[in-house]
């Protein structure tokens, strides 16, 4: 009898049950469906006395009975309806689920219908999609912190002008950055190193100043990049190989650089074939798109100058330092600017000058100059390098070496005697994101011995065994809540995440189709790890806001990347990216600041037909979506690469191909 009850009551009840499985909440269903079966129907059905050929009921009997069988049909009419009531509420039909669009490219797997799990009460699946609008072409080459009619509204004084300077939250442009009339997708690397097209980056001011510098040549609708330079005239190769003649660049010892002042970055551009990697950068000034050329040559860099505050890195992070002609006043304001050199070079560095006031008793004439300025230019660089207890290693020509001491020990005890500048005591070292600077030398960690030699902060292995070795700070502990074992596994994931990365991004995939990436959370560089063998560099971000004050380590690993605030704009041109990544960068920043100001951001310094991959909840993900389909951006969720299980997903997005209409139009 209780078999047969429960036969009768799953085919009262099987209506609902299927409803429930359209909406895909088969098990959700199923939970309440015994509950409700056990607590009501169970018990009715239970004690029904079902008419038999063997027994007469009695009227009494026959009235319980009916009672119980009016009981059961309410209630299962009353499930019926809330079963139709939670359908109609955002179920997915068999029509809805064949006009599901399947348009991103290469990828087989099918699309999470998340939308009914992730629709809160008050949203509606019908609301119009809401297209956020193109900006004017006079803004595309917009840099938002660095707009030069804002900048003219702070001091000239040490260049604070040209320093960031960005706008308030009710200035801030929401609308999409055009691409200028006739933008290509640049010229694959290493070929992009010698030459650009000429309508990504419509400027000639620099083939006329700096034509006989060899810098840049324009011919029909290319620009070409013969490697020249201020100073080094036979091109940018053969002004290498003479610094290699003073310190070894091929033993792996040395892995970064930074250039100061790099006009379009000949000299990051030819060092990158020597395993070398070089963050270049200089403002925006009268020199006309000089860091847009170095990008679109597909060369690392970024907008910066320095003024005062200080450089978005953290300390102990190059292992050389390089200023060509770079006409920042070294000697001047006690040697502020050679204090922050001295701050971002590793133990053992080297800074490294050419140009004025280097061999001044050739050169003085042509620098149009007299000999007492300039004597008295090298003079002060050559006495604040003293007072930093850098030695001079060579002077040969227009080249000039210093390098930076393994460590403090020596230089603590002449402080008695020099004076300045003091140790700095308040801030900490690797703090740089509006940070003033300060007419103090950053103290390196303390060593154990008293040799020279010991590098203050642990020694670092040569590259490329530099990039999977523990990195000192992590080695040390001086990282809070970082272990060896976090770095070791950290680097296994992100090998596992970026192949399954490329089975869904067939571009990501294709040798040669991206080159400049970006990686907005980049914690310990295990993404840009595991791209290392492939023809890119990533530029690995810090926020600001993040737990743990994390880019040394990238640093140490032989990677670069910079600090950012992501409710700002970043300091590069529009179209500096062929590739995004975002781990967890909403969630980080959900209460901070809009998620249509991030998304924005991302789209102006994203190239067309460039890709983006978001990690993040799915809430957060969904919620992502609805306004990236109002930017022109294609996109779909995936499953995590442990499974379908996991609540943190994965947003694959392209963003298409536009840009500003012709001039007659």
Known sequence: MGMLTRIVASYILFPLQKQYTIHLRFLHFSYHYNILFNLF?????????WPSKLSKLSP?????????VIIVTVLCAASYSVGIWKNSRGGISRASLNSLPCTFPNITSPILPFTPRHTSPSETTTARLVQIPSCGVEFSEYTPCESVSRSLSFPRDRLIYRERHCPSKDEILRCRIPAPYG????????????????????????????????WVRYEKDR???????????????????????????????????????????????YLISRNIVTMSFAPRDTHEAQVQFALERGVPAILGVLASIRLPFPARAFDIAHCSRCLIPWGQYNGTYLIEVDRVLRPGGYWILSGPPINWQRQWRGWERTKDDLN???SQIERVARSLCWKKLAQREDLAVWQKPTNHIHCKRNRIALRRPPFCHRTQPDHAWYTKL????????????????????????????????VPPRIKSGSLQGITVDDFVSNTETWQTRVSYYKIFDQQLAETGRYRNLLDMNAYLGGFASALVDDPVWVMNVVPVEASVNTLGVIYERGLIGTYQNWCEAMSTYPRTYDFIHADSVFSLYKHRCDMEDILLEMDRILRPKGSVIIRDDIDVLTKVKKV??????????????????????ILFLVKEYWTAPAPDQ
Not at 60 to 68: E, F, I, S, V
Not at 185 to 199: H, K, L
Not at 639 to 648: A, N
Request: aromatic residues 10%; contains cysteine.
């Open 60 to 68: 009494r009997a026959k009235q319980t009975n009916l009672y119980g």
């Open 223 to 269: 620009f070409l990049f013969p490697g020249g330079g201020t100073m080094f005239p036979r091109g940018a190769d053969a002004y290498i190989g003479e610094i290699g003649r003073l310190i070894n660049l091929k033993d792996g010892s040395v892995r970064t650089a930074i250039d100061t002042g790099c006009g379009v970055a000949s000299f990051g551009a």
């Open 183 to 214: 933008y290509s997708v640049p010229f694959r690397w290493p070929e992009s190193r010698d030459v650009a097209w000429f309508a990504n980056v419509p400027h000639t001011e620099l083939t006329v100043e700096k034509k006989n510098q060899n």
């Open 376 to 378: 008295s230019e090298q």
């Open 438 to 469: 300060e007419q103090c030398l950053t103290a390196l960690p303390e060593v154990t011995g008293t040799e020279i030699k010991e590098v203050a902060g642990g020694k670092l292995a040569r590259w490329p065994e530099r990039l999977n070795a």
């Open 628 to 649: 990236t389909d109002g930017m022109q951006w294609e996109g779909r969720i995936g499953d995590h690469e442990k499974g379908p299980l996991e609540r943190e997903k």
């Open 41 to 49: 129907l169970w018990p009715v059905m239970a004690n029904y006395r």
